[in-house]
């Protein structure tokens, strides 16, 4: 095992009910000034935002939206919202929402107490925030686990890059399964696919065999996937969804990764299939895992092997790998680029881009050249 150092920002409010709870124990802790966060709509529609109002304002707080926040938050997006809760002297913000309210928030709560461009501080300088705004996070879209860290995935458009910053994580979270019951079911599952995607990803880094990480890492991919199929069946089941919606907490709060290092190669492509397109994330996620595992599943026989027997039952290496994109299959989710949607055409030339211009990872089972990279992108088309 590596050294770690490990803490929780988050207390976590879980269950039925609990944004009631989690407010009357928070709020008297923040200040009058409550940015009320939220994305394109659904809150308005499922009656989550009444629901938040009432309570910031029962609690004595004077409330300002930002709302429209787009999924795959924009840079330009946050620097609104900073500029907004600097116009409102705001001292506290509710993201209300999946992982992209929340990520956004998060750098909005740090780039609104930095005199500098927050991207050329993190990038340039190689310099982190030390305060923000403080935030707390009510998830209505589970599957990011972006509720209990810190890091935002944000796109540059202008540079053409998606990708981590670093801003403030929520002092507390709200994890309430029925507001999700309104998702759709195709953004359920693909949410889902990004926990289960976390949880591969983490277990796959180079790292010493048989460490309590990986253990727990196959313990969230299994109920990833029983849940799923739960799903399948009946995709109202509020079990099903209260296991996922933990089961995605648990997969990227920082628990998997202790002493150990992690793979994300996936991550870094399909990040970057997101800067030059629209695509959504646990989809994008869906179509290159397969083809990726085919290439480096020789690189880590014994790890893929544990795997396919204890998240899919199955005996080889090779049979854990087809297994996982039959399973793609079954839930209804793409396998191929063309499937994806996309306002921007995916062509093998967006590709070549792509792979140009991701990160590559030197801590999974083998490092890849650019060149490999655009293989693996072109066999998923
Ligand atoms: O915008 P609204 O109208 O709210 O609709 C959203 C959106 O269209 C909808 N939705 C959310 N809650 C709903 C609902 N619809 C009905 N009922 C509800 N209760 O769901 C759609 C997708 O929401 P979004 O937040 O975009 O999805 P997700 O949670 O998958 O977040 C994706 C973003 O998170 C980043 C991704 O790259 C992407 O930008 N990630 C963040 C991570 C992190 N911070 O740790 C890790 C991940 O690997 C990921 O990269
Ligand atoms: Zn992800």
């Not at 209300?96 to 990520?103: N, R, T, W």
């Not at 062509?347 to 211009?357: H, M």
Request: with cysteine.
């Amino acid at each position: 095992m590596n050294n770690f150092t490990f803490s929780y920002p988050t207390r976590v409010y879980f269950g039925e009910g609990s944004a009631a709870q989690a407010f009357s124990a928070e709020l008297g802790k923040v200040g009058e000034t409550v940015m009320l966060a939220f994305g394109g709509g659904s809150v308005k529609k499922n009656g989550v935002y009444d629901e938040m109002k009432a309570l910031l304002e029962q609690a004595g707080k004077k409330v300002v939206d930002f709302s429209g926040i787009m999924s795959n938050p924009t840079y330009i997006k946050v620097q609104e919202g900073a500029e907004l809760a600097r116009e409102y002297h705001v001292d506290f913000i509710l993201a209300v929402g999946g992982g992209s309210v929340i990520d956004c928030c998060k750098v909005v709560s740090a780039q609104a107490m930095l005199d500098e461009d927050i991207w050329n501080m993190e990038y340039g300088k190689g310099k982190f925030p030390a305060a923000g705004i403080p935030m707390g996070a009510v998830v209505t879209a589970s599957g990011t686990g972006a509720e209990m860290n810190a890091g935002a995935v944000i796109t540059y458009e202008e540079k053409k890059w998606k990708g981590p910053i670093f801003g403030t994580a929520a002092s507390f979270a709200v994890l309430d399964p029925t507001y999700t019951m309104s998702v759709p079911s195709m953004q359920v599952l693909s949410g889902a696919f990004d926990t289960l995607s976390h949880a591969m990803e983490t277990y796959l880094g180079a790292s010493d065999e048989e460490n309590v990480s990986d253990d727990v890492a196959l313990a969230i991919m299994r109920n990833t996937v029983v849940n799923m199929r739960r799903l399948l069946k009946d995709i109202h089941d509020m079990q099903a969804r209260s296991n996922l919606m933990w089961d995605s907490a648990m997969a990227e709060n920082g628990i998997l990764k202790c002493g150990r290092l992690t793979d994300f190669q996936v991550h870094q492509m399909e990040h970057q299939l997101g800067a030059y397109t629209d695509c959504n994330h646990g989809q994008g996620l869906a179509v290159i895992h397969p083809a990726y595992y085919r290439h480096i599943v020789k690189d880590a026989p014994e790890k893929f092997i544990r795997f396919a027997k204890v998240v899919f039952g199955v005996d080889t290496a090779e049979a854990g790998v087809e297994a996982l994109e039959d399973f793609i299959r079954e839930c209804g989710l793409p396998t191929k680029m063309s499937q994806l949607k996309s306002t921007v055409e995916i062509t093998p030339e967006v590709l070549r881009q792509v792979a140009d211009t991701c990160n590559i990872i030197k801590c999974n089972p083998r490092e890849l050249d650019r060149e490999e990279i655009y293989q693996i992108l072109l066999e998923c088309m």
